[in-house]
């Protein structure tokens, strides 16, 4: 199953997390997959394609023996990840999946997660896959979602409070609240079989939903 949702080229990263089988990479030829440290393994071990591959490389030992090799220094202040969404950003691409990303380290997965953040304030989109779910984050922007039956769906504000959050679609509504950072209000809302819509005027959210609920469109326009 593709989980590229995009008409337009996308950036690929995988990075040193954990491997989950159900979310497969499937790169186009106009796509462009880099390999942050040793994400390069997990690519190599799926058999995709590795277009680059970047890192200070202290989780392989090691710089991989590759034509594009980025090496980064260990002492730095991007994480691999972060520096290669910003080689994603420089190439022109807009939308970037993020694999591999969660899981293992708790610092890292939180790191992932600010680089979603980061990608939602550069008027981008970022989809990084768990196990059976996926996380984005919206800044100042909507999520629109086709008819899901069921399925479970959570939002946290991120970074501050989030004004005029609103809610369509799902089990539980909002219409223009205020989100905050420190109580999780948004958690465990379900999906009921019609097409869903949330939306923040001011901030920034991170929505956790299933693998099955793709996003109807991919405007990064202002919602």
Same mark, same amino acid.
């Given at each position: ?182 109580? !999780? ?29 793709? !996003? ?8």
């Amino acid at each position: 199953r593709r989980l590229l949702f995009s008409m337009k080229p996308v950036c690929i990263i995988a990075g040193a997390g954990d491997f989950y089988e159900g979310a497969p990479i499937a790169p186009r030829a106009e796509d462009f997959v880099i390999a942050a440290d040793a994400g390069y393994t997990a690519l190599c071990r799926r058999g995709v394609r590795i277009d680059e591959v970047i890192g200070d490389f202290d989780s392989m030992g090691r710089a991989p023996d590759h034509p594009n090799v980025y090496r980064l220094p260990v002492e730095k202040d991007d994480t691999d990840m972060l520096f290669a969404l910003r080689v994603g950003l420089k190439r022109g691409y807009r939308e970037f999946h993020l694999y591999d990303g969660v899981g293992g380290r708790l610092d890292h997965t939180l790191a992932n997660l600010q680089c979603l953040a980061w990608l939602a304030r550069q008027g981008c989109r970022g989809y990084l896959y768990g196990d059976k779910c996926v996380l984005s984050a919206i800044y100042n922007d909507c999520l629109r979602f086709r008819p899901l039956e069921d399925g479970i769906f959570s939002l946290f504000a991120h970074g501050g409070t989030a004004h005029g959050v609103s809610i369509r679609g799902l089990k539980y509504t909002l219409d223009g609240a205020d989100v905050g950072c420190d109580f !999780p209000i948004g958690v465990s809302n379900q999906f009921t079989g019609g097409p869903a819509q949330v939306w923040v005027r001011q901030g920034v959210l991170l929505a956790v939903y299933p693998l099955e609920a793709q !996003p109807q469109d991919l405007s990064v326009e202002g919602a």
